[in-house]
């Protein structure tokens, strides 16, 4: 169920406040832990605006046990009486349990009420394996701990505003669970997190330890110490933090649980980010490393150009001069590509920013003429910028020194850039003399024609076209189709 199908629901089917479904949103952005705890399929139904029965808008199906319930639930409409379990939690806003027996499979049903600033807005139920189901100790702490979060969220505790932050990948049950008491010493620790912290450097059992002692000594990182730690380790602030040292990186997420007033202990997830930490350092490396060799590029580059320039003024043959001052452009035009490489993380460039480049050099060919830019094509991978800044310098010098006359005074040409989805048009046109009568772009024996050509058939696998444009002048069309 998409989140906007979600939203149509909550608005087309409920009378909810705003503020009650940014709740609700906030209950199943977070639930996954309820239900992988609780080993629960977990359904969130919500009152009709004409309060004639309930609409399930959520559905969640748990990753630490087979599902209850395999069809979708969500959509389903359920009049007024048809699941008193319902209609007994929502009225009386306590939960409501009932046992019933199936093809002799024992099954538990729930009806958790979701309360928010003192009044019922929902109903959860919970479709679990009865508790009659012999399970081992740690199975058992975690559906005692998926019973605190749900007498929570029946008081209006659960869900939790996320204070501490530093870490955007919050661990789940199964990467590790502790559960601390109201001391923060750790009472119960799975085999997850437990290697988790072995990993960091303990050599301990973890239960019976105080986590904040242990895990701000097993914290060792450049700086000052990071006071998160502490306060998520300890269980009685939400939110989340890491651990690190040189053997290891683990990420806590600290959930205090609460009965009313009184404070019960917390449950602390455990994830082991060392090789995800590494994988992420190493590609940090790696970029600062290519953008090293862009930078290298270009200045290798804008010396080969330097030298053409200094090659050029000692000739003095028109033509030979006129050469070398085109391998001049060509080469900025791909210094221009390498140096924006070079300011810029990922493999991406802003192909705006290369094109206005491309044009300021264009300028310096023919300052009368008035080149501009419409339009933008965003972030564009390395391999298409390249050949496609060639391919606009090409087609903009041409439209400079060819396609404008020089008896025109209202000389302009124009960039303009189009991108849908997986498709880029580029488009150079200029108010000049047109076309020649004879004019073949596939006989035509110019180098820039044939360097258009080249690259925008064989390194961007698109096409290029030339045609009038009216009432006067020259309009090259390249499109080409996006990776």
């Known amino acids: 169920m998409t989140m906007v199908d979600r939203g149509r629901l909550l608005a087309d089917r409920t009378d909810l406040r705003p503020r009650d479904r940014d709740h609700l949103r906030a209950l199943i952005a977070d639930w996954t832990l309820v239900a992988d705890l609780a080993f629960a399929d977990l359904v969130l139904w919500v009152p009709t605006w004409n309060q004639t029965g309930f609409t399930a808008v959520a559905q969640i199906r748990p990753a630490t046990g087979p599902t209850s319930v395999p069809e979708d639930a969500v959509g389903r409409f359920v009049a007024k009486g048809r699941r008193s379990e319902l209609d007994r939690a929502y009225a009386s806003g306590v939960i409501v349990r009932q046992q019933s027996e199936a093809k002799k499979k024992q099954t538990a049903y729930e009806a958790i009420p979701v309360s928010f600033q003192g009044r019922v807005i929902a109903v959860i139920a919970r479709h679990a394996a009865s508790r009659d189901v012999h399970r081992g100790a740690l199975e058992e702490a975690y559906l005692r701990s998926a019973d605190d979060l749900f007498d929570m969220i029946s008081e209006g505790q659960f869900p939790l505003p996320e204070g501490l932050s530093t870490t955007d990948a919050p661990p789940r049950v199964g990467d590790g669970l502790l559960r601390l008491d109201q001391t923060g010493t750790v009472t119960v620790a799975s085999p997850n997190a437990l290697s988790a912290f072995h990993r960091l450097g303990l050599a301990a059992d973890l239960v019976g330890t105080n986590l904040t002692a242990t895990a701000t000594r097993l914290s060792r990182t450049p700086g000052p110490i990071d006071e998160a730690v502490a306060l998520v380790a300890g269980g009685r602030s939400p939110g989340s933090a890491q651990v690190e040292n040189e053997e290891a990186t683990v990420t806590l997420r600290s959930i205090p649980l609460r009965r009313e007033s009184d404070y019960l202990g917390a449950l602390v997830l455990v994830r082991d980010v060392t090789d995800l930490r590494r994988q992420e350092k190493a590609l940090l490396t790696k970029d600062s490393t290519i ?124 960039l303009s850039l189009e991108r849908t989805d997986r498709r880029l048009t580029v488009e150079v046109a200029d108010n000049g003399n047109g076309l020649p009568a004879d004019f073949d772009p596939n006989s035509s024996s110019g180098l820039g024609l044939k360097i258009v050509k080249t690259l925008v058939t064989e390194e961007l696998s698109g096409a290029v076209t030339w045609e009038p444009r009216r009432p006067a002048g020259t309009r090259v069309v390249v499109d080409v189709l996006l990776p």
């Open 291 to 414: 953008r090293e060799i862009h930078h290298r590029v270009k200045n290798n580059l804008q010396t080969v150009a330097a030298l053409l320039r200094l090659q050029a003024r000692r000739i003095d043959e028109p033509a030979g001069r006129a050469a070398l001052a085109e391998a001049v452009r060509r080469v900025g035009a791909i210094a221009v590509v390498h140096e924006t490489l070079s300011q810029q993380e990922g493999e991406d460039a802003d192909f705006d920013e290369v094109a206005d480049r491309v044009i300021a050099l264009t300028r310096e060919l023919a300052i009368e003429t008035e080149v501009s830019r419409t339009g933008s094509a965003g972030l564009l991978p390395a391999d298409v910028v390249t050949p496609l800044a060639m391919v606009i310098a090409e087609l903009l010098s041409n439209a400079v020194q060819h396609g404008v006359s020089d008896s025109a005074t209202n000389r302009m040409v124009t």
